[in-house]
């Protein structure tokens, strides 16, 4: 039986659908998708809005929700829920609990301060990592660099973010600021932003209404100011930095996923003190693209870069192609990320000893014929 364009079922099937209520907030088709099994239990979807001591606030289709996250705090700490997260969450009781979450699209993961060698996730499925970097103070372009590393390889698309650029009065040197900062961050976009002028808040605002984004940066660099900014209000609390060395206090301590009015949402986190690398070769690799495309060129497909014949990243450095600041911010990044790897991997610890004592007994060969005047 064939039916008429006019058919009931076909005039339904053409009106628009209405948006689903956590659409502002992330809630696309594919999360539907993912989300059906626990649907058939019965559990509501909620995006994680921000995480306490064994509990979490959420926004349900049911509106704000509180639960309690035993169900989802194992010993593996990058396995813990997140702010960012999609989760599966009791349509009541009391208290309610989060039953599972949903596999991440990204996760933006730091190594701890702590000597145990454990990462920790700062945000989960974030399209833009914007790190804001203060104007106040002299610019850390290795800080920058490591930043960088983190974000590229959460899978988000990184933003550099350069705040307080009222606080520069030439525009030459704000100019020449901005350079230095592209030459760390190439394939990123670099943008000067004062959020006590507005200048620049616009372009910001419509990068991150396009999905999530995770605002990243030491104390005092103006997250929570610039956040304020792009929410049109005073949500966040914001305290001045310090005269001396243009440092902050920590104001934001739990981080806050926040619906902006453009479009989009925001996760303000706190200031971070250590950025530690935690398995981010290829973040690395991904900052420093013009030194990986030299080695490409290298004699030796395993060149170091040190003093071998034919290396084409140490023939830049002398032509002045490579700035020796870039080259030794690459080798320090290489060689943290390797420790950090190192501690988890068991081969590559081998690997590194092996190298280690190929060295040491170089050196002591080197040594003795010093001593004995061979050569």
């Not at 993912?34 to 926004?59: H, I, N, S, T």
């Not at 609990?97 to 974030?126: D, H, M, W």
């Not at 940066?217 to 792009?230: E, M, P, Q, R, V």
């Not at 023939?315 to 943290?336: I, N, Q, T, V």
Request: contains cysteine; hydrophobic residues 40%; aromatic residues 6%.
């Amino acid at each position: 039986m064939s039916f008429s364009a006019s058919s009931p079922s076909s005039s339904a099937s053409s009106l628009p659908s209405q948006p689903h209520v956590l659409a502002p907030y992330g809630w696309d088709a594919a999360w539907q998708a993912e989300f059906r099994p626990y649907a058939a239990q019965g559990l509501l979807p909620g995006r994680v809005v921000r995480v306490d001591r064994g509990q979490c606030d959420l926004v349900t289709e049911a509106g704000p929700v509180r639960a309690d996250t035993a169900f989802v705090t194992p010993h593996d700490p990058l396995r813990v829920i997140c702010t960012g997260d999609w989760a599966a969450v009791e349509a009541s009781g009391n208290p309610r609990y989060v039953k599972a979450y949903l596999p991440r699209r990204t996760a933006f993961v730091r190594s701890t301060s702590s000597q145990r060698s454990e990462g920790q996730i700062l945000a989960a499925n974030v399209d833009h990592a914007v790190i804001a970097v203060s104007l106040a103070v002299e610019l850390d372009l290795g800080r920058v660099e490591r930043f960088l590393a983190l974000a590229w390889e959460s899978g988000a698309q990184p933003l550099v973010v350069l705040t307080k650029a009222d606080l520069v009065a030439d525009p030459a040197t704000l100019a020449h600021l901005v350079r230095d900062v592209e030459t760390a961050a190439p394939g990123v976009q670099v943008l000067t932003v004062s959020s006590h002028t507005g200048e620049g808040t616009d372009v910001l605002s419509a990068v991150v209404a396009d999905g999530t984004g995770v605002l990243l940066g030491i104390s005092g660099a103006g997250k929570s100011t610039l956040a304020n900014a792009l929410l049109g209000a005073d949500v966040m609390e914001v305290r001045q930095t310090r005269e001396a060395d243009g440092k902050g206090r920590h104001t934001t301590t739990t981080r806050n996923l926040l619906a902006l009015p453009g479009g989009g949402v925001l996760i303000d986190t706190p200031g971070l003190r250590g950025v530690g690398l935690w398995d981010a070769g290829t973040g690395v690799g991904q900052v420093f693209a013009e030194i990986e495309e030299y080695a490409r060129r290298c004699r030796f497909h395993d060149c170091a870069h040190e003093a071998e014949p034919g290396c084409a990243v140490l023939a830049a450095l002398d032509s002045g192609e490579l700035p020796e600041r870039r080259l030794e911010s690459y080798r320090k990044l290489l060689r943290e990320n390797r420790r950090i790897v190192a501690k988890t991997d068991a081969r590559l610890r081998s690997e590194i000893r092996r190298d280690w004592r190929l060295k040491s007994a170089e050196g002591r060969a080197n040594y003795a014929a010093k001593r004995t005047g061979r050569a």
